[in-house]
């Protein structure tokens, strides 16, 4: 089984409040979960009002089936126009059964 994870950090520039940038963040998991099999969770910091942190994971028997996962969830990151990316950090791991991986 193979992972495929990406932290993507990104500023909001129409928010004002931790309500607004919980909004957003709140709506682009949902929608990335929701759209291509992703996993996606709000990582920002909390006394931040406009600068996000999304972490996203894929998972699947083939490598290549992971990362297209993944990259296809980083390109819906990037058609929205309500943030814009400052940065996308991104790792593969291979798991394999019976053994416990700290961290994962």
């Known amino acids: 089984m193979y992972l495929a994870c990406a932290v993507v ?5 129409e928010s004002y409040s ?3 940038r919980r909004r957003v963040i709140q709506s682009v998991t949902a929608t990335i979960g929701r759209a291509n099999g992703a996993a996606a969770v709000d990582l920002s ?3 931040t009002l406009n600068l996000g ?4 994971t894929a998972i699947s028997g083939q490598l290549h089936h992971a ?6 969830a980083l390109r819906m990151l990037d058609r929205d ?9 991104t ?4 798991l ?5 991986y700290a961290g994962v």
Do not use: N, Q, S
């Open 53 to 56: 942190v999304i972490g996203l």
């Open 45 to 47: 910091p909390d006394r």
């Open 9 to 13: 950090r990104l500023v909001i520039p």
């Open 96 to 100: 394999e059964a019976g053994h416990h």
């Open 91 to 94: 790792e593969e791991m291979k």
């Open 67 to 72: 990362v297209e996962i993944r990259e296809e």
């Open 81 to 89: 126009g309500r943030f814009e990316v400052l940065e996308i950090t």
């Open 18 to 20: 931790l309500k607004d």
